[in-house]
C-alpha cells in the first residue's frame, strides 16, 4: 500500500556481531546490528540502521573503498538513543563505500566501530538519458544545489551540485508521475504525484518526504478535506498546514481555487477564482489556469494565473484579491512591461515580484521580469527587463529566481535548459537536459 511504502526498496548488505547490554555507565555501547539500505530509487542516497548495546550518541564515517580514509565524510549526530537510522548522501551509484559507526563511551571519548562496506545501486536508465552528466559541466563559486522537477515520463526528482553533477535523484514507483515538488519550512520535500494519468499538472498524492527516504505525511484525494484535484503548485506554511492550487468549477466552467489543509489533512481554508470573477460569459471563458502559489511575507498568497497574463494577491483570510498584476488588471505598469503567460511569479530577496515571462507565438521571447509594487498606491515600478535570446524562448512551462550574486537562474522549460544569466540577461552557463524542466530552483544546503 503507497501510503506505507518506504521510498527505498530496503537490501542488507552488512551484519556486524553482538555484545551483551549492560546497564554499567561506563561501558562502551557495542553495535548489535547494522543494515545498509539503498536502491536504484535513490542510489545515491543510503540509510545505515544500527542498533547500539546501550543509548548513545551516533553517527557515521564513510568513504569510497577506493579511496582514502583521510577524505571520509561525516553524517550529523544522532541524538542518544539505542537504535538509530542515519542517512548517507552524495554517494557515487555503482561505488563500493567503507564505513564506522561512532559512539560515545561512558567517559564521552568516541568510540570507533570496525570498518565495513557496501555497495551503492545504479542510476535509473531514465535518469542517465534525461541527463547526461558527461555533456554538462559547470564552475559554479556560489555553495548550493539546483533542484529540478522534470516534466516528462518516466520522471523524478534531481539535484546537481555545483559541478552540473546528480548529487541526490528519487524516482517514484513505476505508476506514480510526479507532477510538482517544493522545499518545506521543515526542510522536508512535498511533492504532489499522478495515479491516474491525468493530463497537465493535476495530482491525486500529497506525499511528504525527507530527502534520506522518510515518509512524513501522505494524503489521497478523496480522504478527509482533500476533496479536489491539485494541480501545478502548493506550499507547506510555516504551520505545517499545506496551501495548494485546485481544479474548482461552476455551471460546467473551469476556474482554479486555493485549498488548506492542516498536518492531518483536514480542509481548514478554501477559495475559489469564482468569487471574483462573478460576471462570465460563457462563450468567451478559459479557466484562469492557476501554475504558482507562494506565500508572501505577510502570509497572503501570490498567485500567477496564466491564461489571464495577471499575477493575483490573495488574502488568506477573507479571499480578497488584493491586487492584480498585469494585462487588464488594476496595478498602474510601465509601458513595456506587460507580460504574456507567465509562470512561478514571487516575491524575490529584493522584496520585488519576479516571474518567467513566457510570450507567446504573437510575441516569440521569453523574459525575466521583476517590479517593485506599492501595495498602497498600486503602482509598479519596472526593476528587472531581460529578453532571453531566441532558443531560449519557451511557450510554455518555466521559472526564473534571483540568485546570492544577484544573477539569475531560470528554466528554459521546452527546451530543457537550465541558465544563468546576469540581470540583462546575458548567459553566464547553461546545463542540457534532453526533455523539458518544469521548474528550477536554487537550495542553499538541501542535506543539513
Known amino acids: 500500500m503507497f501510503k506505507k511504502f518506504n521510498l527505498y526498496l530496503f537490501v542488507a548488505l552488512a551484519g556486524i556481531g553482538f555484545s551483551c547490554e549492560s546497564d554499567n555507565a561506563d561501558v562502551t555501547p557495542q553495535v548489535q546490528s547494522a543494515t545498509v539500505l539503498n536502491s536504484g530509487i535513490a542510489a545515491l542516497t543510503a540509510r545505515v540502521k544500527f542498533t547500539l548495546s546501550k543509548e548513545s550518541e551516533a553517527s557515521v564515517r564513510y568513504w569510497p573503498a577506493a579511496g582514502s580514509e583521510g577524505n571520509a565524510a561525516s553524517s550529523p549526530v544522532s541524538s542518544s538513543k539505542k537504535s538509530h537510522s542515519i542517512a548517507l548522501f552524495e554517494l557515487k551509484e555503482n561505488t563500493a563505500y567503507n564505513y564506522q559507526i561512532i559512539s560515545k563511551a561512558g567517559d564521552g571519548a568516541e568510540q570507533t566501530g570496525d570498518v565495513k562496506s557496501f555497495t551503492t545501486a545504479e542510476m535509473p536508465a531514465w535518469l542517465k538519458a534525461y541527463y547526461d552528466e558527461s555533456k554538462n559541466s559547470i564552475r559554479e563559486n556560489l555553495p548550493g544545489y539546483y533542484f529540478l522537477v522534470p516534466s516528462t515520463k518516466p520522471n523524478g526528482l534531481v539535484i546537481l551540485d555545483k559541478k552540473g553533477k546528480i548529487a541526490w535523484y528519487w524516482s517514484p514507483p513505476a505508476k506514480y508521475v510526479i507532477k510538482t515538488a517544493r522545499f518545506t519550512p521543515k526542510h522536508s520535500l512535498l511533492i504532489l504525484l499522478d495515479e491516474n494519468a491525468t493530463p497537465m499538472g493535476d495530482g491525486n498524492i500529497i506525499l511528504e518526504t525527507s530527502l534520506a527516504g522518510d515518509t512524513l505525511s501522505y494524503f489521497k484525494m478523496g480522504e478527509k478535506g482533500f476533496d479536489k484535484s491539485v494541480h501545478h503548485d ?215
Open 234 to 448: 502548493f506550499q507547506m506554511d510555516s504551520k505545517g498546514n499545506i496551501v495548494a492550487i485546485t481544479n474548482e468549477f461552476k455551471d460546467n466552467l473551469p476556474g482554479d481555487g486555493i485549498l488548506v489543509l492542516d498536518s492531518q489533512g483536514n480542509k481548514i481554508w478554501s477559495w475559489s477564482t469564482f468569487n471574483e470573477l462573478t460576471s462570465i460569459d460563457p462563450t468567451n471563458y478559459a479557466q484562469p489556469w492557476g501554475n504558482s502559489l507562494v506565500i508572501d511575507k505577510d502570509n497572503n498568497y501570490i498567485i500567477s494565473l496564466r491564461a489571464l497574463s495577471q499575477v493575483w494577491k490573495v488574502n488568506a483570510v477573507s479571499g480578497k484579491v488584493m491586487w492584480k498584476l498585469g494585462k487588464n488588471g488594476n496595478v498602474k505598469m510601465p509601458a513595456g512591461s506587460d507580460f504574456l503567460f507567465q509562470h512561478f511569479a514571487h516575491r524575490n530577496a529584493n522584496d520585488e515580484i519576479m516571474l518567467f515571462d513566457n510570450g507567446s507565438a504573437a510575441r516569440p521571447s521569453s523574459r525575466v521580469l521583476s517590479f517593485n509594487l506599492n501595495e498602497m498606491t498600486l503602482e509598479a515600478t519596472s526593476k528587472i527587463q531581460a529578453t532571453l535570446s531566441p532558443d531560449l524562448y519557451s511557450a510554455i512551462m518555466g521559472s526564473t529566481m534571483m540568485l546570492p550574486d544577484g544573477n539569475i537562474l531560470s528554466g528554459s522549460a521546452t527546451n530543457g535548459k537550465l541558465i544563468k544569466t546576469d540581470p540583462t540577461g546575458r548567459v553566464i552557463w547553461t546545463l542540457q537536459a534532453s526533455n523539458p524542466i518544469y521548474r528550477a530552483e536554487y537550495i542553499i544546503n538541501p542535506f543539513r
